[in-house]
């Protein structure tokens, strides 16, 4: 297609630049992909896989207590971290495999080196020392986690530590309110080790509608973590076998581990970009266009290196989309609004569409239905735990602009209800639909009455 060395190079082998890479060279491209560790990206690798496998794990603990109100009687039970690493480890190792294969079924040139941008059509490769070049170059290199700068910060872990602790701590501290930090709350606690979470905000999950963020604090609350809000490090230092970590408030805390769940940075250091003109933020993520395109006409941009939506099935579909514009002569690009996102939290979350805060900003006036009910499973289980499901609806036409659940499986639901929003789905099209019963989410098609807010709660 071209003289440069490649049509498209590629650089970093996560979701996005994967699926990238293959559908460019099942349209005839010559494509390279250069990955420094292992092919699969954060999600894969380091992130939503194995996280996910851990909140398994944590949860099994709870459904044998649960099981016993049921009849069954279940003997001594004992948990071993190392078995659990060893079969997430093995499970990884599977997934990279399969990537792998898939890359080179696609004839993409896997490149095991670190990429650095030299020229708009120029890329260095660090282990092979030479420069090669290519009509279009694709930066997929993601985001990484950090932790900011106080005294003893070196001794705090993020979550790509937690996948391969030695062993599993008694007690520990996660400082940050985001989901990551809420999954890892739940993931450890679960296993059975007593968790601090510090958040220096006044509620966690900041951003999610404020009755998923209630509920769910109280949950975790009840489960034994101890969440500590308006409260930040001050300084960690060593504390004989642990840790002394002070707080801004002036408390002590003695603890086995520190991880921080603070947010991610784009990977955008030491890749040359800005020596060449690409526009980069203030966060130190690629500005692009709609089409993924920098500033650069030649260098384009997907997944959470741009630090638009950072979830793994987005980057897939910007990839896809990149690859549609430039190499199909089809120039397309992502729908973000109503994406379905879930938090493995325990319980989970499933949310799609506004939060209320959202949807009274946007609209005249909305309608909220919510129902806050004990699951049926816990009707005998004993255990005290709630399940709460809200639909926001513009009351002007009566469509579904929000969806948020809280209980199990929330997730599952969220995918199925994204669909029906995204089509426009009414509240009437919700009534229509028969139930089906007995379930958790025949509340959604069964909920009838507005909620009407406290007088005090209205007024502020």
Avoid at 78 to 94: G, Q, V
Avoid at 291 to 303: D, K, L, N, R
């Amino acid at each position: 297609m071209t003289n440069f060395d490649y049509d498209l190079f590629v650089i970093g082998a996560g979701s996005g630049g994967v699926r990238a890479a293959r559908m460019a060279a099942n349209n005839g491209a010559k494509v390279a992909v250069a990955e420094e560790y292992r092919v699969g990206g954060t999600c894969v690798i380091r992130g939503c896989v194995p996280k996910k496998l851990f909140v398994y794990a944590s949860r099994f603990g709870k459904d044998f207590k649960d099981a016993e109100n049921f009849g069954w009687s279940i003997g001594d039970v004992n948990f071993d971290w190392a078995t659990l690493i060893a079969n997430k480890d093995k499970e990884i190792d599977r997934l990279n495999g399969i990537y792998i294969k898939n890359l080179k079924a696609s004839d993409v040139q896997i490149l095991e080196t670190r990429a650095v941008v030299r020229g708009p059509n120029m890329v260095y490769l660090l282990n092979e020392e030479i420069e090669v070049t290519a009509r279009t170059i694709l930066v997929a290199t993601g985001g990484s986690p950090f932790i900011p700068e106080f005294p003893g910060h070196e001794h705090a872990i993020t979550s790509n530590e937690a996948f391969h602790l030695p062993a599993l701590p008694e007690n520990m501290i996660i400082v940050g309110g985001g989901y990551i930090a809420v999954e890892f709350a739940g993931i450890f606690s679960g296993l059975g080790v007593h968790v601090t979470q510090l958040y220096r905000g006044p509620r966690i999950l900041r951003g999610f509608d404020d009755d998923l963020c209630e509920n769910l604090t109280a949950e975790m609350l009840r489960r034994g973590i101890d969440i500590q809000v308006n409260t930040d490090v001050k300084e960690i230092s060593n504390s004989g076998s642990g840790y002394r970590v002070d707080l801004n408030n002036g408390d002590i805390i003695y603890t086995d581990l520190v991880m921080y769940a603070t947010g991610r940075k784009p990977n955008t250091a030491n890749l040359g970009l800005e020596s060449v003109g690409v526009e980069l933020n203030r966060k130190g993520a690629v500005v692009v266009d709609e089409y993924s395109q920098s500033s650069i006409p030649s260098i384009y941009a997907v997944g959470d290196v741009t630090d638009r939506v950072n979830l793994t099935p987005v980057a897939i579909r910007e990839g896809a989309a990149f690859a549609e514009t430039v190499f199909n002569n089809n120039p397309t690009g992502v729908d973000y609004d109503n994406i379905a996102t879930a938090v493995f939290s325990e319980p989970e979350l499933g949310t799609v569409g506004l939060t209320e805060a959202e949807a009274r900003e946007k609209y005249n006036q909305i309608d909220i239905y919510k129902s806050l009910f004990k699951p049926m499973k816990h009707t005998i289980s004993g255990r005290d735990t709630k399940t709460m499901m809200k639909i926001i609806v513009d009351a002007a036409g009566n469509r579904v602009v929000g969806c948020h659940i809280m209980g199990p499986d929330a997730g599952e639901m969220a995918q199925i209800l994204g669909i029906a929003i995204k089509m426009g789905a009414t509240k009437e099209d919700f009534d229509a639909t028969v139930a089906v019963h007995p379930t958790a989410s025949e509340e959604l098609v069964t909920m009838r009455e507005k909620w009407q807010a406290p007088v005090a709660e209205a007024a502020e």
